[in-house]
């Protein structure tokens, strides 16, 4: 097969490129924050997201719930809203292009 062939049988949706993950913030305390984030539909992600949230100084902990698409965050510091949301963006951005890249390399046996 093809790499031609294998984008045209897995093609790579624009909308999902562009579009960046909806996020926001349910909750916010000092020790502890709660996020709303569209699109959390697979453990994958939810690790991708936990993870960029993990490495943000001042992030203990993070938890996704993928049944209620909520992350809770465990802070030591305070953090600012914005942050927790482009930890989020940062860490699912490149998601479907990846997923496309790595389907178009199956096909032709990478």
């Known amino acids: 097969m093809t790499l031609l062939r294998a984008l045209l049988t897995n093609p790579i949706r624009p909308k999902r490129l562009l579009r960046a993950p909806d996020s926001s913030v349910v909750s916010h305390e000092d020790a ?6 569209a699109g959390l539909f697979c453990g994958v992600c939810a690790t991708r997201v936990e993870d960029s949230l993990s490495q943000l100084d001042g992030v203990e902990t993070a938890a996704c ?6 992350v809770s965050v465990t802070l030591s510091r ?16 490149a998601m479907p292009l990846r997923r496309a890249a790595e389907r178009a390399a199956r096909a032709v046996g990478l």
Not at 32 to 37: H, I, N, W
Not at 65 to 70: K, Q, V
Not at 78 to 93: F, H, K, N, T
């Open 32 to 37: 502890a924050a709660t996020l709303q984030v």
């Open 65 to 70: 719930d993928l049944d209620s698409a909520m």
């Open 78 to 93: 305070p953090v600012s809203d914005g942050e927790l949301q482009r930890a989020v963006i940062d860490a699912a951005a």
